[in-house]
């Protein structure tokens, strides 16, 4: 069985920086791009970057871009979204997602992790 | 960037009830477009996959057309469990995208 397994629920102050992991089981771990999408609360989805785990190559949305780092540790089949300079506005649930039996989509989602930014 | 619009926004409907959904592209994608369903509280569920394409396990009642800039979810019979958001995403072009999503409600 598939999984991606995301780290708990944060509380962060403004400025602070955050790391998120996202652990895959179930496949072949290298495989597959690895994305982490955003959702602010009652919003919409936004997809912020992804990386491919066999070689570390990595893309991002410009809106996010300059904030934004994704990582990998293959060891552990496990993917990390950092994001720094911290707002109020990036309180929200992120969502790692992966296709790993279609040929484009995500077909498998983490639980998401919420994080929430305050003073 | 590719935008997406998608229509309508929200809607309400009944068990049992035929409901249609679109999105339109900003520029062709060559059919890179998919669909998901979000019930509250829940990660998204692929629903379709390369426009038209019925991800495993995903009940017949939905299917999806469409190609170039203009695609559609349909739902032939509307059940409980679809009451939720659903949204469409390209994923031609990085970065990907999403649609704005819309609301079936009862």
């Known amino acids: 069985e598939v999984l991606l397994v995301q780290s708990g629920a944060e509380v962060k102050k403004p400025g602070e920086s955050l790391r998120i992991s996202c652990k895959g089981s179930g496949y072949t771990f290298t495989n597959y791009w690895i994305s982490w999408v955003r959702q602010m609360p009652g919003k919409g989805l936004e997809w912020m970057g992804r990386?491919?785990?066999?070689?570390?190559?990595?893309s991002y949305s410009p809106s996010f871009e300059g904030r934004v780092s994704i990582s990998v540790d293959k060891s552990i089949s496990t993917v990390y979204l950092q994001l720094s300079g911290l707002k109020a506005s990036d309180t929200a649930i992120y969502f790692c997602?992966?296709?790993?039996?279609?040929?484009?989509?995500?077909?498998?989602w983490g639980q998401g992790s919420l994080i929430t930014v305050s003073s | 960037d590719i935008q997406i619009t998608q229509s309508p926004s929200s809607l309400s409907a009944s068990i049992g009830d035929r409901v249609t959904i679109t999105c339109r592209t900003s520029?062709?994608?060559?059919?890179?477009l998919n669909w998901y369903r979000q019930r509250p509280g829940k990660a998204p569920d692929l629903l379709i996959y390369a426009a038209s394409n019925l991800h495993s396990g995903v009940p017949s009642r939905f299917s999806g057309s469409g190609s170039g800039t203009d695609f559609t979810l349909t739902i032939s019979s509307l059940q409980p469990e679809d009451f939720a958001t659903y949204y469409c995403?390209?994923?031609?072009?990085?970065?990907?995208?999403f649609g704005q999503g819309t609301m079936v409600e009862i």
């Open positions: 997602a992966t296709r790993a039996t279609v040929i484009t989509g995500f077909d498998y």
């Open positions: 995403q390209q994923t031609y072009i990085v970065p990907q995208t």
């Open positions: 520029q062709a994608i060559n059919n890179y």
């Open positions: 990386i491919r785990p066999s070689d570390s190559y990595t």
